[in-house]
């Protein structure tokens, strides 16, 4: 399967037309059709219906796996580049949960920080735009986080934290010692993909419910916490990254922020100094 023709599979879908794919691709409209056709061809599937430009049955499969196999072939040409490369510069990619009073005092050296959820870090360190990552989530403790398979990367256990429910003021169980999520099930929660995404939480949790309320798009966690002190939603943070609200210990099930540090094979140098930190 030629990966230009995956690539250009992906981008068709994403793009939902194969005009913007065109152009996205810096491609003519008429060779976006072509590989698309010849992609089908080679699998013996119709993979795209053309009016409207949705992916079929096939297609949605194939879907699942271009973006691991993308993924893996910019991994390895970064990984090949490693070798020979000079390092001016230092790239750290990081959840903002991620980013502890310790976590930030070992990043000496670091010329870039780029806030990313875990899945988008892990893949910056494998495509070489960061070369160390603290990817974040919610985990069982001691349990890794379930990050995306990127190739012969390095991955370890930074930190875990204890979690805590943010209610405001007033509320019914804001006098609980602690609190059992299952219990919390049918309440508002405050929709924060990029600080606790709420589908990594019900995964976790093994739980179904957790109705999104209001849906923050930053990364900010003091701002979800503000959100959930005003009553727009619940919302579940490290005790530390909750500066206002009520917070209430998280009993049941056991889960923990977890952050892990991921990298690639790392010469001597500035990046191997802040990894000795970090694990310090």
């Known amino acids: 399967m030629d990966p230009h023709l995956l ?3 992906v981008t068709v879908v994403a793009e939902g037309s194969f005009s913007a794919a065109a152009d996205r691709l810096g491609y003519t409209q008429p060779a976006v059709s072509q590989q698309i056709a ?3 061809a080679d699998l013996g599937v119709p993979l795209l219906t053309r009016r409207p430009v949705r992916p079929t049955r096939a297609g949605e499969r194939l879907l699942e796996h271009a973006g691991p196999l993308l993924l893996r072939l910019r991994a390895a040409r970064a990984d090949v580049a490693r070798l020979a490369a000079q390092p001016r510069t230092l790239t750290v990619a990081a959840g903002p949960l991620a980013l502890t009073a310790g976590t930030t005092a070992a990043l000496a050296g670091v ?3 780029r806030i990313a959820g875990a899945a988008a870090a892990v893949a910056l ?3 070489g735009e960061a070369d160390l990552a603290l990817a ?4 069982a403790p001691s349990d890794p986080l379930n990050l995306p398979d990127a190739g012969p990367l390095t991955t370890v256990g930074v930190r875990e934290e204890e979690l805590v429910v943010v209610l405001p003021e007033g509320h019914p169980l804001a006098g609980r010692a602690g609190l059992r999520l299952d219990d919390l099930a049918d309440a508002l929660w405050v929709d924060a993909p990029e600080v ?6 019900r995964a976790v949790a093994r739980l179904e419910g957790l109705r999104p309320g209001i849906r923050y798009e930053g990364h900010d966690p003091a701002v979800a916490a503000r959100l959930a002190a005003a009553g727009h939603g619940l919302t579940l943070l490290p005790a530390s990254a909750a500066p206002c609200g009520v917070r209430v210990p998280l009993v049941a099930p056991r889960i923990v922020h977890r952050v892990e540090l991921v990298h690639a094979a790392l010469p001597p140098g ?3 100094e802040v990894v000795r930190a970090l694990m310090s």
Request: glycine residues 4%.
């Open 270 to 272: 500035p990046a191997a």
């Open 38 to 40: 010849a992609l089908e």
């Open 196 to 201: 606790m995404p709420l589908d990594r939480l």
């Open 111 to 113: 010329t870039t920080l």
């Open 136 to 139: 974040d989530g919610p985990a």
């Open 7 to 9: 690539r250009t599979f």
């Open 125 to 127: 360190v494998a495509s």
